[in-house]
């Protein structure tokens, strides 16, 4: 009997070296674009003139990406990922341009929607190559460094970004992004040109009317919620209930059949994925707000749950990658668990009364969840979903992803408004957010 192929030769053998790095530093870019750009926004709005349009360019960024999510899986699956895989870096270090040359905010906007729309289908590009170049074996592997692409950007992208803002100017946070993106494609190339030309039945054995107009209802929708979330008042109430009524008819359509029964299979995994960044992103927006705001920690003090808590993600990643024999929807549900019980140690942090020092390890814990549920959704997906539905399904997790972190998110701000106080808002948030969790490790068995 041969012996498999060592896992670390399948992703750094001289056939897969350059995708792998290549994808990786992929990653890495949208990362410490998505970590750098919020610490530079207020020196941004500030000299473009603009405080009252602080939200927009999260808000564009957004909208674009949930469009280019669609698309990119709607290609990918027509025609193979060969195209997006180029197309969508050079969007993105297109508007990596657009926007670090931006001298009015309009400018900016359109530097943001061709960031998002690069974003989008990259990330769905990634997932169709994985699936295409890498065996089934090496994929946890794979997916643990792509978790693990997001850990550098998560410790340093925030001070770098400051530094550079402070030094030189914000433009260059963008500006400075764009050789690497180069470098990026330059590596990537290569795998892309040997997959070959698209199988022509794909496109008929995948047709899906209606998709293009869904995806657009999507990205107005997901990036209203978005925004309503950031405003008090009635304004922020009605373009909440917008939002719901355009995207009420058009998530069907970007979602399989049975995710909201929770069908066995890659239903369950979309419904996975979806609870697990809505509870874990929900919670990590809102703790430095429970650390700063109810028990007066400073902000660089309250941002250290974040990186215990990437961390703890990058290394479950990790460690779960070096053992791709593990029954993956075992360890989703471990991962669900551990998110659960991580959310719900914040109930001890989050009122007046609480012990803020507990965030540290409980929040390490939830990051732990992550990384061993994050990976296990995306080796599921793959391992359920037919060569020419790749994209879509993983087009549908993206999306299950963004608009339940959209809504939790939203959510959040509906209780700080009606409530007032975070210290009474945010446990009534928290208990929500570890039903979800609860909700995950029960349906969880139905992925596999």
Known sequence: MTAPTPVRTELFGPDRRSTTVGLVLLIS????????????????????????????????????????????GRWCDRAGPRVPLVVAP????????????????????????FQGLGAGALGVGVYVLIALVYPERARPAV?????????LPSLIGPP???????????????????????????????????????????AAAQARPGLVPA????????????????????????????????????????????????????????????????VFFTVNSYLPLMLNGTHGWTLAAAGLPLIVGSLGWSSAAAWQGRRPDLPR????????????????????????????????PFWALAGVGMGLGFSSVSFLLLQKSEPEAVGFHSSAAQIADQLTTALMIGLGGALLALLVSPAVALPVLVAVLVGLAALGAVVAGRAA
Request: hydrophobic share 65%; proline share 6%.
């Open 143 to 151: 997916f643990g460094l792509i978790s693990s692409a997001w850990v």
């Open 29 to 72: 870019l949208v990362a410490f674009e998505a970590m750098g750009v919020g610490t530079a926004m207020p020196a941004l709005v500030a000299d473009l003139g603009a405080v009252s349009m602080y939200a927009w360019p999260f808000v564009a960024f957004m909208a674009a990406s949930v469009f280019g999510t669609v698309l990119g």
């Open 215 to 278: 995806a657009a209802a999507a990205a107005v929708g997901v990036s209203g919620l978005s925004w309503a979330a950031q405003q008090e008042g009635a304004a922020g109430a009605v373009v909440a209930a917008v939002a719901v009524l355009l995207l009420v008819p058009a998530v069907p359509r970007l979602l399989p059949r049975g995710v909201f029964r929770s069908g066995r299979g890659v239903p369950t995994v979309v419904v996975a994925r979806g609870l697990l960044a809505g």
């Open 90 to 113: 050079v969007l993105f270090g297109l508007g990596l341009l657009v926007a670090g040359t931006a001298a009015t905010m309009p400018q900016l906007l359109v530097g943001r929607l």
């Open 329 to 360: 929807a075992r360890l989703l549900r471990i991962g669900f668990c551990a998110l659960g019980a991580g959310t719900a140690g914040m109930l001890l942090v989050a009122p007046a009364w609480g012990l803020p020092w507990l965030a540290l």
């Open 160 to 202: 770098v970004s400051g530094v550079v803002t402070e030094a030189v100017s914000w433009h260059w946070v963008f500006l400075g992004l764009v050789p690497f993106v180069v470098l990026a494609v330059a590596l990537v190339v290569p795998a892309v040109r040997r997959l070959g030309p698209p199988d022509p039945g794909r």
